[in-house]
């Protein structure tokens, strides 16, 4: 059990698109750039996805509810409700982080589309074999819940609850990028182990760490904290899960040379440094971007 059975969770906060979404209306030609989990992998090219089709085509978005998704025990029963329960923990944190900083831009809260198979996004259209991804370009979460299956079977982690919301904690890290501006004038077409792009994931890593820790701690309005003190098996879930999607881990997996020059995402090793730096250190320490930071 992670989540306090009794804690309240929002169901606004996600959109659930089931099966037979169609294909969205065309947004408009070119590839925008999307934040991926994971970098390119098994002979998936995660640098853009495919071009939404332009015109015509009629949009049968069917969204599912998830009212049922109501407290920290559906959370811990289900997938989705997770998401929610995710989802609630993180926009929760965020909006507490960013109302006592100075000099930093509103909190907006992320779309969060969790789906099967297919859906549209503001950046093309998104299937399983993407990835959890962000799509800066409409401030939205993309997630298919059946990526968590493929990280236990595919990528070999052990799997659990917070290795689960490490993954949303990650792409809402990007969000919280997209919100600060820290995307502005990076080179993210360039790869390499000291790449602005390697700097952008693992600052994600380091923000996600930081709700991780700040999510078992912090009492929400009615003095219940979203999750139960995170136990040392949860943490030890979540840095394996950052470690199985290091570029080093995913360039061996795929029968190839670890090559730091390909590198978009870091290495297993820099991953799981910078999630416990967040752990530890909370968002103040994520400055990834500093001339002298030792990845
Ligand atoms: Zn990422």
């Known amino acids: 059990m992670t989540f306090n059975p009794d804690a309240k969770i929002d169901s606004s906060k996600v959109s659930k698109r089931g099966r037979n979404t169609a294909i969205g209306v065309g947004a408009g030609g070119g590839l925008a750039l999307i934040l991926a989990l994971v970098g390119p992998l098994l002979g998936v090219d995660l640098s853009g996805l495919a071009p939404l089709f332009e015109g015509g085509q009629s ?28 989802a609630t923990s993180l926009d929760d944190y965020w909006k507490g982080v960013f109302a006592r900083s100075s000099n930093v831009p509103d909190y907006v809260t992320p779309g969060f589309i969790v789906f099967e198979s297919s859906t549209s996004s ?21 997630l298919d819940t059946g990526f968590f299956d493929q990280l236990r079977t595919q990528f070999g982690a052990s799997g659990g609850p917070l290795a689960e919301m490490y993954v949303v904690a990650h792409e809402w890290g990007h ?12 080179n993210l077409r360039e790869s390499g182990p000291t ?48 470690s199985v999607i290091g570029d080093d881990r995913i360039q061996e997996a795929s029968g190839g040379q670890v090559n730091p020059h390909q590198w978009t995402h ?12 967040g752990f530890e250190g909370g968002p103040g320490v994520c400055n990834t971007f500093g001339p002298n930071v030792d990845l």
Not at 266 to 274: H, L, T
Request: aromatic letters at 6%; hydrophobic letters at 35%.
């Open 175 to 186: 969000h919280i990028q997209n919100v600060l501006g820290t995307m502005n004038n990076l």
């Open 195 to 242: 790449s602005d792009s390697v700097r952008l994931e693992l600052q994600a890593d380091c923000y996600g760490g930081a709700w991780a820790n700040a999510a078992s701690t912090q009492p929400d309005g009615s003095g219940t904290t979203f999750l139960k003190p995170i136990t040392q098996q949860q943490i030890a879930d979540a840095l394996n899960a950052a």
């Open 59 to 86: 949009q049968q978005v069917t969204e599912e509810d998830l009212s049922h998704c109501d407290t920290g025990a559906d959370a811990n029963e289900n997938v989705e409700c997770r998401m929610v329960g995710a």
């Open 266 to 277: 870091g290495s297993s090793e820099q991953r799981q440094k910078w999630f416990l730096k």
């Open 122 to 142: 503001g950046c093309g259209m998104a299937s399983a074999a993407t990835g959890p991804f962000y799509c800066p370009s409409d401030g939205s979460i993309y």
